[in-house]
């Protein structure tokens, strides 16, 4: 009988685990977003803030664009959190977060994700989604669409 609980209670164990959910993407214990200065273009401008959503549906990806800087009449600079979580399904098992510079031109934040050498691409669309290209060269190898988060501090 008392094995009978103890193997009970093990397997009610690991069902618990296997059931709970992956950790959030982490964030830097720094963050702080910036509104953007008055010469930011207001089309760049509303990139400002944080972004959440998941690459292919299976990977948690939280984007936080924390300062934007003019950088000409057609370009804008920007400093942002990149972060993202774990997912089997995409080979990625530990969760981890980068901070990045990038550029919003011609429609479209760019972030160069110079430690694993690929892009990430933005675009805002009509309806105030973020949708996102991860490239590796020339090929798309995921996509997101991404809504506004709730705005906090920290991680």
Do not use: N
């Amino acid at each position: 009988m008392f094995r009978g609980l103890v193997a009970l209670g093990a397997g009610a164990l690991l069902a618990a685990c296997a059931a709970d959910p992956p950790p959030r993407p982490p964030m830097p214990p720094d963050l702080r977003v910036v509104p953007p200065p008055a010469g930011v273009p207001r089309d760049h401008a509303r990139y400002s803030g944080r972004w959440v959503g998941k690459w292919d549906e299976h990977l948690d990806h939280i984007l936080v664009v924390e300062l934007q800087v003019p950088a000409s009449d057609h370009a804008t600079e920007v400093i942002a959190v990149y972060s993202w979580g774990t997912s089997i399904e995409l080979g990625v098992g530990a969760a981890g977060w980068s901070r990045v510079r990038g550029r919003i031109q011609d429609g479209a934040l760019w972030l160069e994700l110079t430690r694993v050498q690929a892009t990430a691409v933005y675009a805002l669309q009509a309806d105030g989604t973020l949708l996102g290209e991860y490239r590796r060269g020339e090929t798309v190898t995921a996509r997101v669409r991404m809504t506004r988060g709730v705005p906090r501090e920290g991680p």
